[in-house]
């Protein structure tokens, strides 16, 4: 995504300055996809004809952008829950990939006036998710009710050859699968049962 972005740009790149450029004319820290969409309609607007098909494409993949005086951050969402980020600097027309962190970092900044007071509390949850199920499919965004139906409901036709084992000094049952052999005595409820 990133490098069809910069052939993007490179190819079209009086198109794209003008816009970058047009965006920090706003003067408006956090500019989102709906306010870059009416930049790029204003400037289409500034010609009789259509714009370049490749130029709706360059506006199309940013969601965010994020401006100061000569830089522009741009959040580009490639396609459904995947993210890259572009650091643009306008007046040199330099263009590189930054990673999540520096492009959250430069917005935290943005949004404490340019001064960090603290460093920001960072807590790692990644042991809690250990054997908790991920959704890997893109057709599953926005389901995740059924998923984890499905999944748990899975897991608990899995684990139906586990039963029930009951004893006692007098006489002991137990449950395997669907077939169970126990004393009229005893009911599976009872304290001498335990689930294995």
């Not at 408006?28 to 969409?37: M, W, Y």
């Not at 572009?86 to 999540?100: F, N, P, T």
């Amino acid at each position: 995504m990133i490098k069809e972005f910069i052939r993007l740009v490179a190819e079209n790149r009086q198109i794209a300055e003008t816009l970058f450029r047009r965006c920090l004319a706003l003067e408006e820290p956090v500019l989102l996809r709906s306010q870059i969409q009416v930049v790029a309609d204003a400037y289409c607007g500034d010609f009789d004809h259509d714009c370049p098909e490749e130029f709706r494409k360059l506006v199309d993949v940013v969601q965010e952008a994020l401006t100061t005086d000569t830089d522009l951050y741009l959040a580009l969402r490639a396609r459904v829950a995947h993210w890259q980020y572009v650091h643009i600097h306008v007046d040199s027309g330099q263009l590189r990939e930054i990673k999540a962190q520096e492009y959250l970092s430069f917005k935290e900044s943005l949004a404490n006036g340019g001064h960090a007071e603290y460093e920001p509390l960072e807590i790692d949850l990644s042991p809690f998710e250990r054997g908790f199920p991920k959704m890997k499919e893109m057709r599953s965004i926005g389901r995740g009710v059924e998923f984890l139906n499905r999944y748990l409901s899975g897991r608990l036709f899995d684990r139906r050859g586990g039963g029930m084992s009951c004893s006692s000094a007098s006489s002991s049952c137990t449950r395997l699968g669907a077939s169970s052999s126990c004393s009229p005595t005893y009911s599976r409820t009872s304290p001498h049962c335990a689930r294995l």
